[in-house]
């Protein structure tokens, strides 16, 4: 797991959940033996990736739970993902949903996923190589769990077909697996995966957005290629014309967001070899380009969404 909100969101829920079993954090601490490597989030401890595996094994133990994990998983939101989820929210069905998964899930959260044909549907498949057998099990049902959770909020509840596989033994607990994750379940499979048949695939995201999606993909484009860094210039003024898009700040209120003088601006633009002019068009030709190949808007429709006649965006 890489450390970001949704991994801090996870910690936090699962230092509620333990909190209602009575074990405190500092219980916890001392009983996985790993008291350094944390950091402060709203008065609460946050776990490190090197430990997040044996933390989450102790705390199954402390709990006395063998669906902590599970239902850890339903208690986060979509909200915690951040870009992707957005992203997640605006895609037209669950099709594009699972592309946007496989190409972008890696640069938000691990373990990851892969995709192949079956049976005439869609295998997605768990990639864990991290953790004891014990340690892959729950991050399997943590997976799925928050891979049902967040499905049950874009498509309107159960997929009709899915069917989950663990690697794992069947449980004393197996009963209450298939109510929680809403989706057949099957134990000691030869892979952590989810079976989805061919005729859900079209299957609708009730908040699909083609609009919104231009740009959150366009987002977590920039995050994949790793042009999200917040110290260059450019990145930043692109980010303003993503989010602007349709509407399109110019550069003074550019420039006013970034809290720098147009001047300055212009001289840190020109340092790293580009203007402001130049980086509008690329982000305008970026985005008519996404538009056209994403939705059904003409050519003329486009231009007049995207801006195309530009002189009043820029001034140099």
Known sequence: MKINRLQRDLFRHLLLELEKAGVTPERLLSQSGLREGLESVSGQPVFSETNTLLR????????????????????????SYGTFGFALMSCANLRESIELLLRYGKVFFEPTWESQDHDGGLLLRLNLTRGTQTQQQLVAELSFSQLSFIGSSLYRGRIEGAQI????????????????????????????????????????????????????????????????????TTTAVRQLLIQSAGDFLNITQVAMRLHVSERTLRRRLAAESTSFRSTFEEIRDLLAREYLAKTDLTVAETVSYTHLTLPTIYSV
Do not use: W
């Open 56 to 79: 989450l094994e102790t705390a199954v133990e402390l709990a006395g739970d063998p669906t902590l994990v599970l239902r850890l998983g339903q208690q986060i939101g979509i909200e």
């Open 165 to 232: 596989h663990f690697k794992f033994a069947k449980p004393a607990s197996a009963s209450s697996y298939r109510s929680m994750l809403n989706a057949e379940v099957a134990f000691d499979a030869e892979h952590n995966q989810l079976f989805l048949p061919g005729h859900v695939l079209d299957t609708a995201v009730k908040t699909a957005n083609i609009s919104d999606h231009v740009v959150f993909y366009q987002q977590c484009e920039e995050m994949l290629f790793g042009l999200a860094s917040v110290e260059k």
